[in-house]
């Protein structure tokens, strides 16, 4: 278990949020998924019932949304994904002088973030891209944030798949605990779409394009008349198949298709399901007990968004009897998994209403495994 002692007085002072224009729904995916069904298996009728080709099987908003509590995924664009003979996004690629996709996504939120904080270019020294995929490997998408917003200092871009976010707040403490930053813009550009296999009835719905940012920085500098105080940070990984993406370059060298079977995101769900969420609980009663309080204490718990019926049996198993669905807000249902953004998405959107003195704990977990969590107080500067 990766944990430190932490010096008071580090915050989260500003979030931003940038959805994208494009949005479809559980049924308008399952009308496209179900006319391609119907097409391949029209196609390959001979080959299906000779038995060397597999049908595929049709799917229904209603299994969707009580496999995971998905209703809407947001995305960079609607078109092609829903054409039976394409069922993958159009997005031309751009040439190098323009902005990048990811940088683009990332800008619309940082600047929401840096309002939110009362901060200019000038504030910030550090950038953190942190996502569960990049579009390029280099040069890094948070170098390219930086110029485009004109800051002064250095980024870098890391990855933790689901666990990016929460693992890079932690280095951003740890930045400005060790005084190589003053005040951090973390930017999480989670641009999903165009990896995922809309030909698969068993993954086609489950992400969701969107940007979240956040701006970390001393309580001494803060200006915003509260902010988020953190008290503690964790994080810990297991190796493990179970979520898996062998996406990338050396399917060139192996002379096989980088988009083929089991080249982008697969999962064994159940087990998944079986051996992350104790793990999970686990790791928060910790978190929790290394803050003073029990589970029940904290008022807030902005979990991963990946999969409604994962955050309920974590949340039970944490309140117990005290349960309610406010203690752990869900965003997945308007927004899908949208990797590492979730909880902080949940945390954007749900921490208005707390109290000066109340703590909360953002945690998310995924590929790794990974768990990343911080236990968070809300303080008046």
């Given at each position: 278990?990766?944990?430190?002692?932490?010096?008071?007085?580090?915050?989260?002072?500003?979030?931003?949020?940038?959805?994208?224009?494009?949005?479809?729904?559980?049924?308008?995916?399952?009308?496209?998924?179900?006319?391609?069904?119907?097409?391949?298996?029209?196609?390959?009728?001979?080959?299906?019932?000779?038995?060397?080709?597999?049908?595929?099987?049709?799917?229904?908003?209603?299994?969707?949304?009580?496999?995971?509590?998905?209703?809407?995924?947001?995305?960079?664009?609607?078109?092609?994904?829903?054409?039976?003979?394409?069922?993958?996004?159009?997005?031309?690629?751009?040439?190098?002088?323009?902005?990048?996709?990811?940088?683009?996504?990332?800008?619309?939120?940082?600047?929401?973030?840096?309002?939110?904080?009362?901060?200019?270019?000038?504030?910030?020294?550090?950038?953190?891209?942190?996502?569960?995929?990049?579009?390029?490997?280099?040069?890094?998408?948070?170098?390219?944030?930086?110029?485009?917003?004109?800051?002064?200092?250095?980024?870098?871009?890391?990855?933790?798949?689901?666990?990016?976010?929460?693992?890079?707040?932690?280095?951003?403490?740890?930045?400005?605990?060790?005084?190589?930053?003053?005040?951090?813009?973390?930017?999480?550009?989670?641009?999903?779409?165009?990896?995922?296999?809309?030909?698969?009835?068993?993954?086609?719905?489950?992400?969701?394009?969107?940007?979240?940012?956040?701006?970390?920085?001393?309580?001494?500098?803060?200006?915003?008349?509260?902010?988020?105080?953190?008290?503690?940070?964790?994080?810990?990984?297991?190796?493990?198949?179970?979520?898996?993406?062998?996406?990338?370059?050396?399917?060139?060298?192996?002379?096989?298709?980088?988009?083929?079977?089991?080249?982008?995101?697969?999962?064994?769900?159940?087990?998944?399901?079986?051996?992350?969420?104790?793990?999970?609980?686990?790791?928060?009663?910790?978190?929790?007990?290394?803050?003073?309080?029990?589970?029940?204490?904290?008022?807030?718990?902005?979990?991963?968004?990946?999969?409604?019926?994962?955050?309920?049996?974590?949340?039970?198993?944490?309140?117990?009897?005290?349960f309610a669905p406010e203690r752990a807000p869900v965003v997945l249902d308007r927004y899908a998994n949208t990797g590492c953004a979730g909880s902080v998405i949940a945390f954007h959107q749900n921490n208005r209403d707390l109290a000066v003195g109340d703590k909360g704990v953002i945690c998310s977990f995924g590929a790794g495994y990974s768990i990343g969590s911080l236990a968070l107080e809300k303080v008046a500067i």
């Amino acid at each position: 278990m990766s944990e430190f002692t932490l010096p008071r007085g580090i915050v989260i002072s500003g979030t931003g949020l940038w959805e994208p224009d494009g949005q479809i729904s559980n049924e308008e995916l399952v009308d496209a998924y179900n006319r391609h069904v119907d097409l391949f298996n029209e196609r390959h009728a001979q080959e299906i019932e000779a038995g060397t080709v597999a049908a595929k099987p049709k799917s229904s908003a209603e299994f969707i949304e009580k496999a995971s509590g998905i209703k809407n995924r947001f995305v960079i664009t609607r078109e092609g994904i829903l054409d039976p003979e394409r069922m993958r996004p159009v997005l031309p690629e751009r040439p190098d002088d323009e902005l990048s996709v990811q940088a683009e996504m990332a800008l619309n939120a940082a600047r929401e973030a840096m309002a939110a904080a009362n901060k200019t270019a000038a504030d910030i020294d550090m950038v953190i891209c942190a996502c569960s995929s990049h579009q390029r490997s280099y040069p890094a998408i948070a170098i390219e944030v930086q110029s485009a917003l004109g800051i002064d200092g250095f980024g870098f871009d890391m990855q933790v798949a689901c666990s990016s976010a929460t693992f890079a707040l932690q280095r951003a403490v740890d930045a400005i605990a060790g005084g190589s930053a003053r005040t951090v813009l973390l930017v999480h550009p989670e641009l999903a779409s165009p990896q995922v296999d809309f030909t698969d009835r068993d993954s086609h719905f489950i992400f969701g394009d969107i940007a979240i940012a956040s701006i970390v920085e001393r309580r001494e500098t803060c200006t915003t008349d509260t902010a988020w105080e953190v008290l503690d940070a964790r994080a810990k990984t297991v190796f493990s198949n179970n979520i898996r993406s062998n996406f990338g370059f050396t399917s060139n060298a192996a002379d096989v298709d980088p988009f083929g079977p089991g080249k982008t995101f697969r999962q064994n769900g159940r087990k998944v399901f079986k051996e992350v969420c104790p793990m999970a609980a686990a790791h928060l009663e910790q978190q929790a007990a290394a803050v003073g309080a029990a589970p029940t204490d904290i008022r807030r718990w902005w979990l991963h968004q990946a999969n409604i019926n994962m955050n309920g049996l974590i949340a039970k198993k944490l309140m117990g009897n005290d349960f309610a669905p406010e203690r752990a807000p869900v965003v997945l249902d308007r927004y899908a998994n949208t990797g590492c953004a979730g909880s902080v998405i949940a945390f954007h959107q749900n921490n208005r209403d707390l109290a000066v003195g109340d703590k909360g704990v953002i945690c998310s977990f995924g590929a790794g495994y990974s768990i990343g969590s911080l236990a968070l107080e809300k303080v008046a500067i």
